[in-house]
């Protein structure tokens, strides 16, 4: 599959960015059935081009087209039906009460679209990170601009087709590029940025936002813990453990990045994950089609290298290590024994390896938690109520699961973020559309005077009335 990919120029972007600037407040009035015919044939061309797309994620690392469907397909689909489902509703305007104080008069917050919003989006879940925001700016009413991952340039070519096919340049428009062309899009005063990606590429979009105090929505990650106490159920939690860590060969952001277990149970649990990972892979890994690969050589030598490092300083590898620079292959992997400086114990892995601490106390993986930046994710396999609720109360993350892992990613109806070094903002259906909406608060007078009274000039008389409020209201 051969790919053609083109750099948008700087007098390019800039056309576009006026064109959608001076087009924004007409997209701002559109209507419910304005905006949901845009999502349909967002969603209908979405399924007109699965089989190109499955074939475009196959080219960049050779995932699945189960998973694509699975993945990025469905993640779509379902983005538009939730916000199809609520979008009338979230844009009424919400009626609120007015304070006693102002009798007679009414108030209410008025969504209206923050204007012109880019869309920089990552490489491990091309089309699913790209449209999926687009579904909340377009039910927002803003113009959107993309800009997919250089990384990924089969999937970038085809959702550039489908966009230029279904939209109006003013509307969405999305150009390709790599660092330069993020640059000159990052130079432009847009309304809002929604950028998901690694947290040092989220702090240049942060500062670069800051020179037009450009709101952000940032999507990062870190190093998503799991905890597994002595009452889990060990086999559901291998196979579940194993299968969100290999999905997309561990290259996730909510992928579980390591394993704290009670010390009674690893052994019990290596055995299951043993057999979970012959289940799902079979004998050799690399010869499964089920099991994708890097998507570059710059991330299988970095990932690689971890291994190597934790290999040198005499950490054990207790299944897989096995790699193949041909074809970007790292084994599903194991390790135990860690240093405390490897860079598999300090730096987000992205990748098949995954480390296993253990633990007498609880109170151990939660200090080793809470001593490192948020997680953008947590997961907890237990039994027990009072452990599940200890975890969740001592400890801080963008999002958590119990007894499972990333599933939280597909329930529309949480917010989808994380805290602090992991993100900053939601997404997903409301949370989505409030993050590309400007809450306008809308006070209307009444008849009565109300805080009229109270002009100048001061007196006794007044003071007595400003002293009742203080007192009464």
């Not at 500062?207 to 889990?232: N, Q, Y």
């Not at 194993?242 to 277990?261: E, M, R, S």
Request: charged share 25%; aromatic share 10%.
């Amino acid at each position: 599959m051969t790919v053609q990919t083109s750099t948008a120029s700087k007098t390019e972007i800039k056309r576009i960015f006026q064109a959608q600037q001076a087009h924004q407040y007409a997209l701002g009035r559109t209507t419910f059935r304005e905006r949901k015919e845009k999502l349909l044939r967002l969603r209908d061309a979405v399924l007109r081009y699965r089989q190109e797309i499955r074939d475009a994620l196959y080219a960049d690392f050779r995932k699945h087209a189960l998973a694509v469907d699975a993945t990025e397909i469905y993640a779509v689909t379902s983005e538009v039906k939730h916000t199809l489902k609520y979008l009338k509703r979230w844009m009424q305007p919400q009626r609120v009460s007015t304070p006693p104080v102002y009798f007679g008069s009414t108030s209410w917050i008025r969504y209206e679209p923050k204007g012109v919003v880019l869309i920089i989006s990552p490489w491990n879940f091309p089309v699913n990170l790209t449209f999926g925001p687009l579904v909340s700016a377009i039910a927002a009413g803003n113009a959107v601009m993309l800009k997919p991952s250089e990384h990924t340039p089969h999937a970038s070519a085809i959702m550039k087709r489908i966009v230029e096919e279904i939209f109006d340049e003013r509307e969405v428009a999305l150009v390709e590029g790599a660092v330069e062309t993020s640059q000159s899009l990052l130079a432009l005063p847009f309304n809002h940025i929604f950028f998901t990606g690694a947290p040092a590429i989220g702090k240049i979009v942060m500062r670069a936002a800051a020179e037009h105090l450009t709101s952000v929505t940032l999507e990062l990650g870190g190093k998503s813990p799991t905890i597994i106490d002595e009452t889990a159920r060990l086999d559901q939690a291998a196979r579940r453990i194993a299968w969100t860590k290999y999905l997309n060969t561990g290259q996730i952001c909510i992928t579980p990045d390591h394993v704290f277990i009670h010390r009674d149970r690893k052994q019990a649990f290596l055995d299951e994950y043993g057999k979970a990972l012959r289940e799902f892979y079979g004998e050799d890994p690399k010869r499964s089609d089920s099991f994708p690969r890097m998507v570059n050589r710059k991330h299988f030598e970095r990932v690689k290298g971890y291994l190597d490092e934790a290999r040198a300083q005499g950490a054990r590898i207790l299944y897989g290590g096995e790699t193949d620079e041909a074809e970007n292959y790292i084994a599903p992997t194991v390790v135990t024994d860690l240093p405390g400086d490897s860079p598999l114990d300090t730096e987000e892995i992205f990748g098949p390896i995954l480390p296993i601490y253990t633990y007498s106390d609880l109170q151990e993986p939660i200090e080793k938690i809470n001593a490192g930046e948020k997680p953008l994710s947590l997961y907890i396999y237990s039994r027990s109520k009072k452990n599940i609720r200890r975890v969740l109360q001592d400890t801080r993350a963008g999002g958590s699961c119990i007894n499972h892992s990333t599933l939280h990613f597909y329930n529309h109806n949480l917010p989808f973020g994380g805290s602090n070094n992991s993100g900053i903002g939601k997404s997903h259906g409301w949370y989505g559309f409030r993050e590309f909406t400007n809450a306008r608060g809308v006070y209307k007078q009444g008849l009565l005077p109300n805080a009229d009274l109270l002009m100048p000039p001061y007196n006794a008389t007044k003071q007595k009335i400003v002293d009742a409020l203080i007192k009464w209201l």
